[in-house]
C-alpha cells in the first residue's frame, strides 16, 4: 500500500510540473489517504504481533 502511495504522490509532482492543478490535486489527495491507511495498518499489526509483512 506504501508502493501505492508514492506511485500517487509521484503522479502528483509530475502533474504539478506540467500545470495540471486538479489532477495534482487529486492525486496528491489519494496518496495521503494511502499513505495513513498504511500507517494504521502498520501500528494495528505490530501492535497484534505479527512481525513478518
Given at each position: 500500500m506504501i508502493r501505492w502511495s508514492?506511485?500517487?504522490?509521484?503522479?502528483?509532482?509530475?502533474a504539478a510540473i506540467f500545470g495540471f492543478g486538479g489532477i495534482a490535486?487529486?492525486?496528491a489527495y489519494f496518496a495521503k489517504i494511502l499513505f495513513f491507511v498504511a500507517l494504521i495498518l502498520a501500528v494495528f499489526s505490530f501492535l497484534r504481533g505479527d512481525r513478518n509483512l
Open positions: 508514492i506511485t500517487f504522490l509521484v503522479v502528483a509532482l509530475v490535486s487529486s492525486a
